[in-house]
Structures are given as C-alpha cells and as structure tokens.
C-alpha cells in the first residue's frame, strides 16, 4: 500500500500536518500574550487611559478577529481562547476592535472599577440633556484625532436634522461651534458643506490643543473624513504637517473662524440659545461644544507656583536652550515635552512624577523615556513631589527626603479640571463613568 494508491491517506496526513502547527503556533502565542500580561501587572500599567475596551468571555468565542483590527501593537491577545485586553494602557480607543467582532462581545466603555472617569451625558446623536446644545470630541472622551474629527462630523449632521424639522427664526443662526480643533473644525466644514448659518468660536487659534503640540510631534495614526475635503491619507504625520493642511484647509474652503474669541456662558432658551463671549452675543437655534476636557490646567499647589517660570504647556522646545527644566507629570505630554527638551542643545532635563509607573502613556513614548533615563540624556524621579519652587531651584520631595535642583524653567503637565462649572451652569449632566458604555 502507498500513499499514491490511497490518497486520502496522504490528504489526511497534510490536514494533520497543519492541524498540529496550529495547535503549537497557538499555544506559543498564548503564552507569549500570557507573558506581556504578567509584565503589565508587575509594573503596575493596568488601568486604561480612555475609550477601552470591555470583553465579555461569556461572548467571546476566541476567533482573534479583534487582535489584528487594532491599529496598536499587542494590545489584545487570546489567552484560554478568549480574547484580553493584555496591554491595558496600549490602549488609546481606536475602536476597530469593537466593530470586528462577529458576536460583539466587546464594548467601548469609560473608566474602570478602580478610576472613574467624569463624561458629560450625551445621547447616541451627540445631543446632551439640554435640547438643542450637543457635545463632540474630547470633551465628551474622544481625545483621538480621528474619532474627534469624526464625531464633529457626525454631530453636524445630527444637528442639521434636528434643525430640518424646526421652524427658522429670524436673526438667528443655525449653530454656533465653540473650539475649532479637531472636532470643531470638522464640524465646521460640516455646516459650511450643508449651507447652515453658523459662527465658530475659538478661544485660541485654529487646531486648538493640537496648534499648541510640542513642535515635531507625531500625530494622527488613521486617516479620517472631513466634510468638502472627503477622505483624509494621514497616517503619521508631524503636528506642522497638519496644522498647515488644516490652514491650507480653511483657506481653500472659506471656513469662518472667529480665533481668540472665549466664550464665557451659554444659556438656553424657549426659541434659541444665547452664547456669550467676550467679543459679542449670538443668538441660534444649536451649540455645539467642541472644546478640550483640559479646561484649566491641573497646578501643583505649591509655594513658588505663581512665578513667570511656571509654564503648563510645551510650544517650543528651542526657547529653552542651555536651561534647567523641570517636567512635572507622567502622561503622554509630560513624557513628549522632557524627550522633545532633552533633544534641545545644552538642556538640562529633570522629570518627576508621582506615581512608580507611568501607566497613563503610550508604550513608544514611556521605552524612549527609559532609553534616554539610561544614556543619562534626562534624570527621571519617580514616586516624587514637588514641594517648592524657587527662583532658581526646585525642591522635589522623594520618600521622605527633599531634593534640591538647579531650575529655570517648570513646565508642569498634569493635565486639566473638567470644565464641569461651566457645563453645570449650561444644565448639562455630568456623570462619572466606573467602566460603563
């Protein structure tokens, strides 16, 4: 007998064949996503940053169609045929996850058991509590740049519904935006595409939080769709690359924006809303609100805070040339501002954070921090706290010692309060999300 004579057999052999390469390949990569996991939890980087993922096992049915959807490396992983969510803090609320799974198993939810996370309520269509005032973009928890954009879209076309089935009123504007970054931009083209009387209120420039990225930052990781531009090819790309497309943007399309206009109280109305800032009063039938959940910057609280030299926000690494700069925070603009510092010529870099870890940042930026920690390019102080600022010098306490510093400069990025005075002084609902949808 041979196998020519009896091919099933050899047929059989080859399915066997791969059968038992799958069955090892399976087994390797499970205890390799096993092994990221366990690195995970030993260094404390546990609890996600953002939007996140929620996998239900009693769903899951272990296909893996979640783990190439994500755009990021190793984020989730199959250990005992179910999919996990191996590196939380990876995570930076793509999404793509969520729509790839065939049983939808998975769920985009805010915070966790351990950090909650303030989220204003917004129905499906974008609409908070208060009719007629909608929310977009990071404020609602979409701090990426592509789901910002596409939500300002998406909110403009809720909006123009909304207002099909109203009767106009005279004098009146259809919608005021308030933030032109990347959810109020997009919206804004969006009201321009639709021909929507609109006013766009900027209390900065055009961009936004992104006009004010430490130069050089990389930015956008997915391309994107902008209302009269269609589809956008950015992948990666640097934050001068994209403001000048968005200027270039603006200019070619004739989108109106009212830059270095705060506004400082909406009020809603029986027949319209009145938005008021402090160059004008304007009357519409829609708000929407496209501003940062930054608000105001988080500050330290400690004697010495209120010099000149305290900064909150990174523009230009090269105004710092030759100076001894603290960076104080541990999330992803702490992390970008020292190494974009640290780049800068005769700079000398201090980076304090209070936490052992930081689990807040994205993985490419916390190993490029370790990898200039250990080439001695920057001195990084964790479990540390500020205690005073002097004219020029810091004292950072670390485990019950103090440590005094040459400093120049303070630059302290620990993010912003919710701006929830302002959105509680609207009506609108603030909710404190445990890991819920």
Not at 3 to 11: A, G, S, W
Not at 289 to 315: F, M, N, S, W
Not at 317 to 330: K, S, T
Request: hydrophobic share 40%.
């Amino acid at each position: 007998m041979s196998l020519v004579e009896f091919p099933y057999l050899f047929y059989g052999l080859i399915i066997g064949v791969i059968f038992l390469v799958y069955i090892f390949s399976g087994r390797r990569t499970e205890a390799v996503n096993r092994a990221i996991k366990m690195e995970q939890i030993d260094a404390g980087l546990t609890e996600p940053a953002s939007l996140h993922p929620a996998i239900d096992p009693g769903l899951c049915m272990g296909c893996a169609a979640c783990v190439p959807a994500c755009p990021e490396k190793n984020v989730i992983g199959i250990i005992d045929k179910k999919a996990e969510l191996i590196t939380p803090t990876n995570c930076i609320g793509h999404g793509a996850c969520a729509a790839a799974c065939p049983v939808d198993a998975i769920t985009l939810v805010f915070g966790t058991e351990k950090r909650g996370v303030d989220i204003p309520h917004v129905t499906p269509n974008f609409e908070t509590n208060i009719a007629g005032v909608y929310i977009a973009g990071e404020l609602g928890g979409m701090g990426l740049i592509r789901n910002a954009i596409e939500q300002g879209r998406q909110a403009m076309d809720a909006i123009a519904d909304r207002l099909g089935d109203l009767p106009a009123v005279d004098d009146v504007l259809d919608v005021v935006i308030i933030g032109a970054g990347p959810a109020g931009f997009s919206a804004s083209l969006g009201a321009l595409e639709k021909g929507l009387q609109y006013a766009t209120l900027e209390q900065d420039s055009l961009g936004g939080t992104v006009s004010h990225y430490p130069r050089g930052k990389i930015v956008m990781t997915q391309p994107a769709m902008l209302p009269i531009v269609g589809k956008t090819q950015f992948r990666e790309t640097t934050k001068e690359k994209l403001m000048e497309f968005w200027t270039d943007t603006a200019a070619t399309t004739g989108v109106q924006i009212n830059t270095h206009e705060r506004v400082s109280q909406v009020e809603a109305g029986d027949t319209y809303i009145e938005t008021v800032s402090d160059k004008g009063r304007y009357r519409s039938r829609a708000v929407l609100l496209a501003i940062g959940r930054r608000g105001t910057p988080r500050k330290l609280d400690v004697p010495g805070e209120d010099q000149p030299k305290v900064v909150y926000k990174l523009v230009d690494p090269a105004q710092y040339a030759g100076q001894h700069v603290l960076v104080v925070g541990g999330g992803d603009s702490a992390l970008e501002a020292a190494l974009a510092l640290a780049d800068t010529p005769r700079t000398t870099v201090t980076l304090s954070y209070r936490s052992e870890a930081f689990s807040r940042a994205k993985k490419k930026n916390r190993d490029q921090i370790d990898e200039y920690a250990a080439a001695k390019r920057m001195r990084v102080l964790m479990k540390t706290n500020v205690r005073e600022i002097g004219s020029d010098h810091v004292i950072i306490e670390r485990e019950g010692e103090d440590l005094k510093i040459s400093n120049n400069t303070v630059i302290v990025c620990a993010g912003g309060i919710l701006p929830t005075g302002f959105l509680k002084e609207i009506g609108i609902e603030v909710h404190t999300k445990y890991g819920t949808a």
